[in-house]
């Protein structure tokens, strides 16, 4: 099929995370029609949403409009909508709105969305982070909690200062080391005299240490560093419990608070589970090889919506570099696929992993022999690696500069509470003492 024959042929891409976007610019620079539908009209880089939830960095450095995106790719068309209901044979989209959009492929990039695991009140007093409104709710009650204590100091007294992150992964070590940052420069500088030895940071985890995917001696460091910044590790226990006001423990003990972070695991968009397609671990769909769906021609599943796997029969992990790759081998594939030709079996390039535990600390485990970094070293290539993967010039300068002030000086400029109805909290004139220690 010519180029020029190309045109005739329609990609509908549902999601405009890593995996869509990537996916759609693919097939843009090859004049194929595509459309994509997503909630939202912007794109969101999330490895730093932490640090907007933590007032490091202002939304607009981490989220793009997504047709600036696409600006020099016209044959890619935007739509704005909330999709409700997936056809795989039909290949459609239909919106709440009862707007149908459809395609001669179909690549399915909905993305993810939290795992609760049916904990009691998780799903109605947790902050998730996920997505960039889930970072500015959270933003705002993390300044919210700081604000009521500073003006009434007996609200210490029912945790006003007490944090509790569930989930020892990259997430939950990347809050408790943001938060404690925030507690140990930010805070005393700008409100002298604020009762730091009330601050409480506890990071739970029903694992027996933190950053598992990680090698024992990046684990070790870690858990040294956050220890000696103050964090709290609660490991082998989890949350059975979460209420408006505190969390209960497996071993019975309760902790007050009005901050819960939840960074427990994620699991596929329930709209994948209403479109009959094959699912496999935390409702992903079941991929081959080559990315598309058994049973179901011109069908794709990518990013954190897929169960990826790798040539060793385990899960490729969802990270966004996964996403990445996966949307333009996918885009190839259809391209291959439109020509007659055969499509390819994805094959990931493993860059290795990283996670930040806070200023000056950090681990990177590189390339496939997973070699180590600790500490600066690896707090400098977290840098890098992300300004390179922001994909905006814009974005890029941005980041840095906030970077380089943060460090450099004892302010936020991003410090907004602009989510009023995550930052009002109803405090009561007394409480009643945890169980155990609060």
Request: aromatic residues 8%; proline residues 5%; hydrophobic residues 40%.
């Amino acid at each position: 099929m010519s180029e020029s024959s190309r045109a005739g042929t329609s990609v509908l891409v549902v999601g405009g995370g890593f995996a869509g976007a990537a996916c759609a610019r693919k097939l843009g620079e090859h004049d194929v029609a595509v459309t994509l539908i997503d909630q939202h009209n912007y794109n969101q880089f999330q490895p730093l949403l932490y640090q907007v939830a933590t007032a490091q960095l202002p939304p607009s450095d981490v989220a793009r409009p997504m047709r600036w995106l696409f600006r020099r790719h016209r044959g890619v068309d935007v739509k704005l909508g909330h999709v409700t209901a997936i056809d795989p044979v039909a290949k459609t989209a239909t919106c709440h709105d009862g707007t149908v959009f459809s395609g001669d492929y179909l690549v399915l990039a909905m993305g993810a969305e939290p795992n609760f695991f049916d904990t009691p009140g998780a799903d109605t007093h947790a902050f998730p982070l996920y997505a960039l409104a889930d970072a500015e709710r959270l933003r705002s009650r993390f300044l919210g909690v700081l604000e009521d204590a500073y003006r009434d100091p007996t609200l210490l007294e029912q945790g006003a200062l007490n944090y509790v992150i569930v989930g020892a992964g990259a997430t939950g070590v990347e809050i408790a080391g943001a938060v404690s940052d925030v507690f140990e420069r930010l805070i005393p500088n700008r409100v002298p005299g604020f009762p730091r030895d009330r601050v409480q940071i506890h990071l739970v985890d029903p694992g027996k240490t933190v950053l598992a995917p990680f090698s024992e001696r990046a684990q070790t460091y870690a858990q040294k560093v956050l220890e000696g910044r103050g964090v709290t590790l609660d490991l082998g226990v989890s949350v059975t419990d979460i209420a408006s006001d505190r969390v209960t423990l497996s071993d019975g003990r309760e902790i007050l608070t009005r901050t819960v972070v939840w960074a427990g695991g994620i699991q596929a968009a329930r709209l994948a589970s209403g479109a009959g397609l094959p699912q496999g671990h935390g409702g992903r769909v079941d991929v081959q090889e080559d990315l598309t769906v058994s049973g179901f021609p011109g069908v794709y599943a990518l990013g954190d919506v897929a169960n990826t796997l790798g040539p060793d029969g385990k899960p490729f992990p969802q990270l966004g570099s996964v996403a990445l790759q996966a949307g333009r081998w996918a885009a190839q594939n259809i391209l291959a696929d439109m020509d007659g030709k055969e499509r390819t079996p994805f094959r990931y390039r493993d860059k290795g992993i990283m996670a930040m535990i806070g200023r000056n600390a950090a681990i990177a485990e590189m390339g496939k022999r997973r070699r180590e970094l600790h500490g600066t070293p690896a707090f400098a290539s977290w840098l890098g690696v992300h300004v390179a993967l922001l994909s905006g010039y814009r974005e890029r300068v941005n980041a840095l500069r906030g970077w380089a002030w943060n460090y450099v000086s004892k302010k936020r400029g991003a410090a907004l509470l602009d989510r009023p109805d995550a930052a009002a909290i109803q405090w009561r004139r007394s409480s009643a003492p945890p169980s155990g220690r609060s």
